[in-house]
């Protein structure tokens, strides 16, 4: 659609350059009809393949799409209200924004209609999700250098109904939050080769709870990757009300393990599978 320094190409338009043309109408050219095909026009068009993206692509093209919208338009949520988290937001702070609510609530993803976190959001259970992001080695090269190392940062605005007793967060859940967030650092750190793998499962998760979490809290949950051994990958977590400071929650730590190369996918209860007798799929400790 035309701007208006489009339309008078020559300066500004008094009221003499009107009358000049009393036979042309502005609004026979600028009518509502026109304004729909212009903003129909200017939206992004997908692009449809037969063969649906994997979730490693989705994940990448998910990346892609965060930060467009970003650049496109920075608008104020629950979260970037905050003000340390608006200095995690400034390039100096060596984070980069990842991902946003939008990557829960939007449709026509693999997670599938089922996903926990993806469901929640819709029912305002998470009313605001931000993922940041700093690069670097996937594992630190030596001890009390994990500010050079890649990390994430996972964090939500909670809603109300995800109590366990009245006015706390649900403990179930606060493991939730934390093995997602070792879901995104693990994925991010394959998506920029800093670990090379097919896929993960979660075989062991430890959280230490420190203090209940308020329901409608804002929560931060960072991650890091702990060490490498063949197929096993440590990583730890601590979740607190602010980065870096502020009320420590729970602190976690969690293995990853790679399953075998000739080892069945892991399928849904009740699904066949030759990894077992009873037709049932293995566990993460059977691969």
Not at 160 to 172: A, E, F, M, N, S
Request: aromatic share 6%; with cysteine; charged share 20%.
């Amino acid at each position: 659609m035309s701007t208006l320094a489009e339309i008078f190409p020559e300066g500004p338009v008094n009221q003499q350059s009107f009358s000049e043309h009393d036979d042309w109408n502005l609004l026979q050219d600028i009518n509502i009809r026109s304004f729909i095909s212009a903003a129909v026009l200017s939206l992004p068009r997908p692009s449809f393949t037969r063969n649906p993206p994997s979730a490693y692509e989705f994940t990448k093209s998910l990346v892609h799409r965060s930060q467009s919208s970003r650049q496109a338009r920075k608008r104020e949520t629950a979260l970037t209200r905050l003000g340390w988290v608006q200095e995690l937001l400034e390039p100096e702070s060596g984070f980069q924004q990842v991902f946003d609510i939008s990557g829960l609530t939007k449709p026509g993803d693999p997670l599938g209609e089922d996903h926990l976190l993806r469901n929640m959001a819709r029912r305002d259970m998470l009313k605001d999700n931000l993922v940041l992001l700093k690069t670097g080695p996937a594992v630190c090269p030596a001890e009390g250098e994990q500010d050079s190392c890649m990390q994430v940062l996972n964090m939500y605005a909670l809603g109300h109904d995800v109590c366990g007793h009245k006015g706390i967060v649900h403990g179930g859940f606060t493991a939730t939050i934390i093995d997602e967030t070792f879901g995104y650092l693990l994925y991010l750190a394959k998506l920029h080769n800093a670990l090379d793998f097919d896929i993960v499962l979660t075989a062991q998760l430890d959280v230490s709870y420190k203090k209940p979490i308020p329901a409608s809290s804002m929560v931060v949950c960072s991650a890091q990757v702990e060490s490498v051994q063949g197929r096993k990958i440590w990583v730890n977590a601590e979740l607190r009300d602010q980065h870096g400071c502020g009320t420590l929650f729970a602190t976690a730590r969690a293995l990853f393990v790679t399953p075998k190369k000739d080892a069945p996918a892991p399928q849904p209860a009740g699904v066949k599978s030759g990894s077992s007798e009873d037709g049932t799929s293995g566990t993460p400790a059977d691969v």
